[in-house]
T-cell receptor, first 114, second 112 residues
Framework: DAGVTQSPTHLIKTRGQQVTLRCSPKSGHDTVSWYQQALGQGPQFIFQYYEEEERQRGNFPDRFSGHQFPNYSSELNVNALLLGDSALYLC?????????????FGPGTRLTVT | GENVEQHPSTLSVQEGDSAVIKCTYSDSASNYFPWYKQELGKRPQLIIDIRSNVGEKKDQRIAVTLNKTAKHFSLHITETQPEDSAVYFCAASLPRTDKLIFGTGTRLQVFP
């Protein structure tokens, strides 16, 4: 049973560029949430996707957008990158249909903006 | 909005001692409280959770207690081992949402 997977592992981008991060949820899970974890901080909620729609959103600007595919995998897109976007980006999957609370995290993508 | 405070930020204990980490949440409607362990360079791993209809939950050396009146919940680790060394995060979420609000983390060091 595969857990949550993310790609790529590491990424280096320049200010102003755009980036796409990918996430495959744990088998049987239908919901994907994205979090940003700055160094030394707790994860901050970006948004959540369920049934291919954004269901909830945290306090992040419109530069952050996402998508969920019919197979429940998800992408996070960040436009016009800023130095402050450097962080570990985590996705977490859960099973909303089953009314389960548990969220399981992927290994994350380390984004460095120079 | 919902806010979660976590203390202490660092905690050092001798192997075999107990460790306690405390969190306070702001929204009394919060109903789910997970704890995650994150080792350096790795993903957060769910170690234990508790729902608002339960006051205490145990899993071997780990226990979580919840005081809804005071809006406090705590993680208790007994008989600590060096492999317990990591950063621990508490979190809270509201009903009908999977949005987790995390505390700022506690770095636990267990010395042999």
């Amino acid at each position: 049973d595969a857990g949550v997977t993310q790609s790529p592992t590491h990424l280096i981008k320049t200010r102003g560029q755009q980036v796409t991060l990918r996430c495959s949820p744990k088998s049987g899970h239908d919901t994907v949430s994205w979090y940003q974890q700055a160094l030394g901080q707790g994860p901050q909620f970006i948004f959540q996707y369920y049934e291919e729609e954004e269901r909830q959103r945290g306090n992040f600007p419109d530069r952050f957008s996402g998508h969920q595919f019919p197979n429940y995998s998800s992408e996070l897109n960040v436009n016009a990158l800023l130095l402050g976007d450097s962080a570990l980006y985590l996705c977490a999957s859960s099973w909303k249909t089953g009314s389960s609370y548990e969220q399981y995290f992927g290994p994350g993508t380390r984004l460095t903006v120079t | 909005g919902e806010n979660v405070e976590q203390h202490p930020s660092t905690l050092s204990v001798q192997e075999g001692d107990s460790a306690v980490i405390k969190c306070t949440y702001s929204d009394s409607a919060s109903n789910y409280f997970p704890w995650y362990k994150q080792e350096l360079g790795k993903r957060p791993q769910l170690i234990i959770d508790i729902r608002s209809n339960v006051g205490e939950k145990k899993d071997q050396r780990i226990a979580v207690t919840l005081n809804k009146t005071a809006k406090h919940f705590s993680l208790h680790i007994t008989e600590t081992q060096p492999e317990d060394s990591a950063v621990y995060f508490c979190a809270a979420s509201l009903p009908r949402t999977d949005k987790l609000i995390f505390g700022t983390g506690t770095r636990l060091q267990v010395f042999p």
